[in-house]
Nanobody, 125 residues
């Protein structure tokens, strides 16, 4: 059973930085992508970033491009999301997820097969 555990969320002032971690365990096969999504109250879950396991190519939502960086540490089975220049509109619960079936585009929540429990990020103005 694949387990994903996010950490690193918290409260930060606008313009500040946070680094989220997604620790993965129980996986016996290589996924296609690991992605980060976020969901603010009353809004749909939205794509933030993804990294392709075969070649480490990264993908970003336009709203975070240039401010967020996704990376991975294979030895630690961990994917990171470095978030800089945070804005109040970045406030949300952030989730990591793994796509092992590659049935939908990587920016769709439905493409991902396993999800973490989420970590809260709050950016104050």
């Amino acid at each position: 059973q694949v387990q994903l555990v996010e950490s690193g969320g918290g409260l930060v002032q606008a313009g500040g930085s946070l680094r989220l971690s997604c620790a993965e365990s129980g996986r016996t096969f290589r996924p296609y992508y690991t992605g980060w999504f976020r969901q603010a109250p009353g809004k749909e879950r939205e794509f933030v970033a993804a990294i392709r396991w075969s070649n480490s190519i990264t993908y970003y939502a336009d709203s975070v491009k240039g401010r967020f960086t996704i990376s991975r540490d294979n030895a630690k089975n961990t994917v990171y999301l470095q978030m800089n220049s945070l804005k109040p509109e970045d406030t949300a619960v952030y989730y990591c997820a793994v796509d092992v079936s590659r049935t939908l585009p990587l920016d769709r929540p439905g493409a991902y097969d396993y999800w973490g429990q989420g970590t809260q990020v709050t950016v104050s103005s």
